[in-house]
């Protein structure tokens, strides 16, 4: 099972991930963040195994949270989610130490995919 943590500032969007991913029978949605206190408030409550990033947060942004992860919890893998699919949304988040990146608009079509694929890869690597 992925256990899986969604950190989104729109609570909108937090519950069409959740829809999208409700009958993926290999993954959990164990928590939601709504900014980057709550993200790290919520990584000493739950166990999860990747968190998928909202680009545009509104403490932080994502790649600032990006970049505290990749100190704080190394080990946890980041999908990176962004409204804008241009090539330097991917390379920023890429290069802040990301796992991977999906647009909104591609979500419903590619995330379950994204993670699996991003799941394997961890296993792989450690």
């Not at 029978?25 to 900014?35: K, R």
């Not at 704080?72 to 130490?97: D, Q």
């Not at 591609?106 to 993670?115: K, N, P, Q």
Request: proline share 4%.
């Amino acid at each position: 099972m992925i256990k899986l943590m969604i950190a989104d500032d729109y609570p909108m969007i937090r519950k069409r991930i959740r829809n999208i991913l409700a009958d993926e029978p290999d993954m959990e949605v164990t928590c939601e963040a709504g900014n980057g206190k709550e993200i790290f408030e919520m990584l000493m409550m739950y166990e999860v195994d990747m968190i998928i990033l909202d680009f545009n947060m509104p403490d932080m942004s994502g790649l600032e949270i990006l970049e505290k992860l990749r100190t704080s919890n190394p080990g946890i893998p980041v999908l990176m989610l962004s409204a804008h699919s241009e090539g330097m949304y991917v390379r920023k988040s890429i290069s802040a130490g990301a796992s991977g990146f999906i647009s909104k608009e591609s979500a419903r079509e590619e995330l379950a995919v994204m993670i699996r694929k991003i799941s394997s890869e961890k296993i792989l690597k450690y």
